[in-house]
């Protein structure tokens, strides 16, 4: 089971950070993605890290988004800077496949945290 964590309500340019735990299992093996779905629009992938430290990011995120993890707590981390009302989401995490840099689909999925950016 995954759990995510840290949403909240922040303004444009503020930042917040997502946690996602995992219990009955170790997320040590396996690649663990970011995905976002707004009101009315499909689920998106944001990023996602490998197993040996990869990292990927929707052209959306870059260079405002960090994903990183802590195998020893088993926890994957998504650091949100200047932020945007466009981030506006509910945020999941999941159990990932990547199949190119640009290509990973998401298994196994948590419950997802709101995260809400003011205008």
């Known amino acids: 089971q995954l759990v995510e964590s840290g949403g909240g309500l922040v303004q444009t340019g503020g930042s917040l950070r997502l946690s996602c735990v995992a219990s009955g299992f170790t997320l040590d093996t396996y690649a663990i993605g970011w995905f976002r779905q707004a009101p009315g629009k499909e689920r998106e992938g944001v990023s996602v890290i490998s197993s040996d430290l990869r990292t990927y990011y929707a052209d959306s995120v870059k260079g405002r988004f960090t994903i990183s993890r802590d195998n020893n707590k088993n926890q994957v981390y998504l650091q949100m800077n200047n932020l945007k009302p466009e981030d506006t989401a509910v945020y999941y995490c999941?159990?990932?496949?990547?199949?190119?840099?640009?290509?990973?689909?998401?298994?196994?999925w948590g419950q997802g945290t709101q995260v809400t950016v003011s205008s």
């Open positions: 999941a159990v990932t496949y990547i199949y190119s840099e640009s290509d990973w689909r998401g298994d196994h």
